[in-house]
């Protein structure tokens, strides 16, 4: 997994502040998965992207969340107006075709 | 399947015995499994993987065995190792995109 790269690895945003994580899938990987996990529970599916494409937005809150994976640059997760709740470590996994996807180390974000 | 927030179920070994772990999926359209290693702090990293059509597969001190009639994996750890103590997760993907339903994880302990 060290090949998915993910930054920042910690973020801390006040409740209202607008939260940005960034996803470098493996080189030549072109399908972008993100997840959230809670402390001491599984991973939630939110949405899988390809190239300039949201495939799958399904586990995405409907509001204050979404996800882009633009031609050229890293897949971002942008959360606004965050709130206490989407404290999390949120994991973002790249695949070559529609198989194994290897994960980053993930982005830990506390809202205070 | 879906985990529902429950604490994770944990499995102590001493060092050097055999680890099992098991994992029970509801859909049975999956026909592609992957364990998945979760260290605290780090991401998922890929363990080893089994399609519908084996009953078995074997890697270095791990192997995986699918019974597809009772909807049951498991994993194999041989002369578990302190470097083995994570949480691991199963995870089944079913055709098309692979939208992958996680289990809840079990955490092993290694009893040094």
């Known amino acids: 997994n060290a090949g998915v790269m993910q930054n920042p690895r910690h973020l801390v945003r006040r409740r209202g502040q607008e939260a940005r994580l960034r996803c470098s899938p493996m080189k030549g990987h072109s399908h972008v998965y993100w997840y959230r996990q809670l402390p001491e529970e599984g991973l939630k599916f939110m949405v899988y992207?390809?190239?300039?494409?949201?495939?799958?937005e399904s586990g995405m809150p409907k509001e204050r969340f979404s996800a882009e994976f633009p031609k050229e640059g890293p897949s971002i997760l942008r959360i606004q107006q965050v709130v206490r709740g989407d404290s999390a470590a949120y994991f973002c996994?790249?695949?070559?075709?529609?198989?194994?996807?290897?994960f980053g180390p993930g982005t830990r974000l506390l809202v205070l | 399947g879906e985990n529902v927030g429950l604490h994770l179920p944990t499995l102590s070994v001493q060092e050097g015995d055999n680890s099992i772990i098991n994992c029970a999926y509801s859909?049975?359209?999956?026909?592609?499994f992957i364990w998945y290693k979760q260290e605290s702090g780090k991401g998922p990293q890929f363990i080893i993987d089994i399609r519908s059509n084996m009953d078995k597969r074997q890697g270095q001190r791990v192997t995986v065995l699918l019974n597809k009639t009772v909807k049951h994996l498991s994993l194999q750890i041989a002369a578990t190792q302190p470097g083995d103590s994570a949480v691991y997760f199963c995870a089944g993907f079913s055709g098309g995109y692979q939208k992958v339903t996680f289990g809840i994880g079990t955490k092993l302990q290694v009893i040094p």
């Open positions: 859909n049975s359209a999956s026909d592609y």
């Open positions: 996994a790249s695949s070559p075709l529609e198989e194994t996807q290897y």
């Open positions: 992207l390809q190239k300039e494409n949201i495939i799958d």
